[in-house]
């Protein structure tokens, strides 16, 4: 088992994970985003896509770039490493995109933005696949000493985007969904989580 294989019933059963709704962002404020981020994205949806890899690229990864230098680079952005925590119990894999205030970017360190893509495009299933990966990065945290909770977050086909906040155990999915065509409202979503968590921004 990997992160792509679990279902609802394994995070309930190996983990005692609960899951409950409410808007996580109700106060966050509209980013407008730069003209550099509207170029790309108008680049990367005329160019089209032919894989999931494609659709990262040419949608995901500018969204985050942009967060990125909104921020001054305050924070890492791990893509495509593994984040192999217990095998044992299927919490190893590759995550598409890992946030992290660590400096270190030869492997994955204290962990508080995890990011699916929705595989076939479906928001669900990369959503327990966050889950899971989000029950790694808390365990990793724990390991390394690092106090970080809650950790946040994502499934996404690029276009549409579904955020998800885990503490104590428990799993809070965003009721409000976000999209690419309303770019103020995501990115003031994602600034949100990096607000949320940049008192971690201490770790080495």
């Known amino acids: 088992m990997a992160y792509p294989d679990f279902t609802l019933y394994d995070l309930r059963q190996k983990f ?3 899951f409950r709704a409410e808007t996580l962002f109700p106060d966050a404020a509209a980013v407008q985003p730069s003209e550099w981020l509207l170029q790309a994205l108008a680049r990367g949806q005329g160019a089209g896509f ?20 909104l921020n001054h680079n305050a924070f890492s952005i791990y893509s495509g490493m593994n984040l192999d925590v217990d095998p044992g119990l299927g919490l190893r894999g590759e995550c598409d995109f890992i946030f992290s205030y ?3 970017q030869d492997f994955i360190t204290a962990p508080v933005f995890c990011i699916a893509e929705a595989k076939k495009q479906d928001l669900e299933l990369g959503t327990l696949q966050c889950a899971a990966q989000l029950i790694a990065a808390h365990r990793l945290n724990e390991f390394e000493g690092n106090p970080v909770q809650p950790l946040y977050g994502c499934s996404t086909t690029g276009v549409e985007w579904r955020f998800l906040k885990y503490e104590g155990n428990t799993f809070i999915l965003d009721e409000r969904r976000y999209y690419l065509g309303q770019l103020p409202t ?11 968590t940049r008192q971690y921004s201490t770790i080495a």
Do not use: Y
Not at 53 to 65: D, F, H, M, Y
Not at 186 to 196: F, P
């Open 16 to 18: 005692g994970a609960h």
């Open 50 to 69: 032919n894989s999931e890899k494609s659709r990262s690229e040419r949608l995901v990864t500018p969204v985050l770039l942009e967060l990125c230098d």
């Open 102 to 104: 660590s400096r270190i």
């Open 186 to 196: 995501l990115l003031g979503a994602l600034q949100a989580i990096v607000e949320a």
